[in-house]
Nanobody
């Protein structure tokens, strides 16, 4: 069982930066693939980025490539999402997710989400 708690969401102006954190419980964090998703108002939950357990592979949605960076610190049981050059369309609730499998169809564990609002 893994519990995930996101933090770092807030209101920021367009062009600004934020770093989201997701703290995981448990002693096996380093064996989980981690991902970030987001859900805008009235929209479906969309994939943002993912990173493998050893931080050697990562993928991004086209909409965030070059602006967002996913990273993890296995010693701190934490995954991060550095978001730069934020746009109003990045406004969403951001969720982190975990799974023992790489690129699963659905992730087994989810956090409660953190709100990011980008003002124009």
């Amino acid at each position: 069982q893994v519990q995930l708690v996101e933090s770092g969401g807030e209101v920021v102006q367009a062009g600004g930066s934020l770093r989201l954190s997701c703290a995981a419980s448990g002693r096996t964090f380093s064996s989980y693939a981690m991902a970030w998703f987001r859900q805008g108002p009235g929209e479906a939950r969309d994939f943002v980025a993912t990173i493998n357990p050893s931080s050697s592979i990562w993928y991004y949605a086209d909409s965030v490539k070059g602006r967002f960076t996913i990273s993890r610190d296995n010693a701190k049981n934490t995954v991060y999402l550095q978001m730069n050059s934020l746009k109003p369309e990045d406004t969403a609730v951001y969720y982190c997710a975990a799974d023992r499998n790489w690129l699963p169809r659905t992730y087994a564990y989810w956090g409660q989400g953190t709100q990011v609002t980008v003002s124009s």
